[in-house]
C-alpha cells in the first residue's frame, strides 16, 4: 500500500556532495517520522538524520555539520544533502517513514526504501 523509492546515491569524491531524496507514495494521510539511515559492509544499520514527530531534527555524531536532512510534506518526500564526504560514509543509504493506517485505530507501521549506494572514493 505504501511504497518509498529513493533516489541519488553514486559514485563521489571524499570532499564531494550528494542529495538524497526519498518520495513515499500510496495510501498516506500523514506521515509520523522520516529519517535516514545507512549500512555499510560488515557494520549494523545506523541512523544518519530524522525528523521526529514533534518536527525536530536529530542527527548522528558522524553527520553533524555535514549532512542536512530536510522535507517537503506535500509531496510526502525527504532529502538528505551531504558534503564534505569521506569515504567512511561509504554505505547504503536507507530512508524510513513510519506512517499510519487510514483506517481506525490508524497504526503506525514502519516502511523503507530499497536503499541507494553511496561510494566515497578518489
Known amino acids: 500500500q505504501v511504497q518509498l523509492v529513493e533516489s541519488g546515491g553514486g559514485l563521489v569524491q571524499p570532499g564531494g556532495s550528494l542529495r538524497l531524496s526519498c518520495a513515499a507514495s500510496?495510501?498516506?494521510?500523514?506521515?509520523?517520522?522520516m529519517g535516514w539511515y545507512r549500512q555499510a559492509p560488515g557494520k549494523q544499520r545506523e541512523l544518519v538524520a530524522d525528523?521526529?514527530?514533534?518536527?525536530?531534527?536529530n542527527y548522528a555524531d558522524s553527520a553533524k555539520g555535514r549532512f542536512t536532512i530536510s522535507r517537503d510534506n506535500a509531496k510526502n518526500t525527504v532529502y538528505l544533502q551531504m558534503s564534505s564526504l569521506k569515504p567512511e560514509d561509504t554505505a547504503v543509504y536507507y530512508c524510513?517513514?513510519?506512517?499510519?493506517?487510514?483506517?481506525?485505530?490508524?497504526?503506525?507501521?514502519?516502511?523503507w526504501g530499497q536503499g541507494t549506494q553511496v561510494t566515497v572514493s578518489s
Open positions: 525528523f521526529t514527530s514533534g518536527g525536530s531534527t
Open positions: 500510496g495510501s498516506i494521510f500523514s506521515i509520523n517520522t
Open positions: 524510513k517513514m513510519n506512517i499510519p493506517s487510514r483506517l481506525p485505530p490508524h497504526r503506525i507501521y514502519a516502511y
